[in-house]
């Protein structure tokens, strides 16, 4: 078989591919390990602490069954050369863990925008649609690619998948605009009033790229892009993308349990210092201007003769 030809290539990627993957599960594992000491001695509510560790460790049982299952599609495909068996762990294993992960990322995203726009329903509107949708055709992908004489992602399963990473790639994409406009808006009223503690916690470079996904959704939209034209590529970035999945809500889960999240008490104290700001300013200006108001000549008198009758 020459070198050049498109399985060779595939096969090439799909190496590289999972070689990454090893590597970037094992620097999950360590996020996710310490997301949930943080968590465990944190002063969060205890549900809330139940439900961030819940959700973390279905995400890495999720990330690890999905490493297993393309540790075994290797073996079937390069140790005994059976494509069918490989494809067959793809959609038993691989695409139901993927589809979980991405479900349970968007879904926190989602929370997040609603959180930092003050639970403003209508902020999560459009993005819920999308979300929807992504979820709906990432179903139907797994059930497509489950079924009889699949090869891997072929016909109307194909078209479902790019579609579905597509969709959420979009959602992503949505969703850093969203809360990077909400961040730096909230570090222009910091900076007005001169709040640098809160400015460097909350709105940071550091703080909008985490709190934002933002390296999910430019991630997201290369895969997208190259899954829609086939290109061989495509494995090694779509582990990338897989990666940031569940990295990405896992790095805000780490902030929440570090206490350098946005929460409604940050959006409260935003609210409180503006105020506080405008008050300041107000009594300042009319301080500033009762000391300029002139006095008549007629008034200074009669307030001396008040003065000596008193006296």
């Known amino acids: ?24 599960v094992g ?14 001695h944190s002063r969060l509510h205890k549900h809330h602490k139940q439900f961030f560790i819940a959700y973390s460790v279905v995400m890495l049982l999720a990330t690890v069954i999905s ?3 393309i ?6 495909l390069w140790i005994d050369g059976n494509i069918l068996k490989a494809a067959r762990w ?23 925008v609603f959180i930092i726009f003050g639970k403003s329903v209508w902020a999560v509107i459009l993005p819920s649609f999308i979300y929807l949708a992504a979820t709906s055709l990432g179903i139907a992908t797994v059930v497509k690619i489950n079924e009889p004489n699949n090869i891997l992602l072929s016909g109307r399963a194909s078209k479902f998948s790019v579609t579905a990473i597509i969709l959420s790639a979009v959602f992503n994409i949505l969703v850093t605009i969203m809360i990077s406009v909400r961040l730096l808006w909230a570090q222009h009223n910091f900076r007005k009033h ?3 503690s809160k400015e460097r916690t909350y709105t940071g470079v550091v703080a909008i790229l985490v709190e934002s996904a933002c390296p999910l959704a430019i991630s997201g ?10 290109h061989p590529v495509t494995y090694p970035v779509a582990v990338v993308w897989a990666f940031f999945v569940v990295a990405s809500p896992q790095l805000i889960i780490l902030r929440v349990a570090k206490g350098k999240a946005w929460s409604s008490s940050t959006m409260t104290a935003e609210n409180e210092t503006t105020i506080q700001f405008q008050v300041r300013s107000s009594s300042h200006d009319i301080e500033a201007s009762m000391e300029h108001i002139p006095v008549s000549e007629s008034e200074s008198f009669s307030v001396l003769e008040e003065a000596q009758k008193s006296g």
């Not at 939209?221 to 086939?230: N, R």
């Open 1 to 24: 078989m020459a070198n050049g030809s498109p399985l060779i290539a595939l096969e090439r990627n799909l190496y590289i591919g999972n070689t990454l993957c090893g590597l970037l």
């Open 27 to 40: 620097a999950y594992t360590c996020i996710c390990l310490q997301s949930i000491y943080h968590l465990r």
């Open 67 to 69: 490493f297993a299952a």
């Open 71 to 76: 540790g075994l599609c290797g073996r079937y």
């Open 90 to 112: 793809i959609g038993v294993m691989v695409g139901p863990s993927l589809v979980v992960t991405v479900v349970l990322s968007d879904g926190l995203l989602l929370y997040r």
């Open 194 to 196: 001169a709040v640098e």
């Open 221 to 230: 939209l290369i895969a997208a892009i190259l899954d829609s034209q086939k």
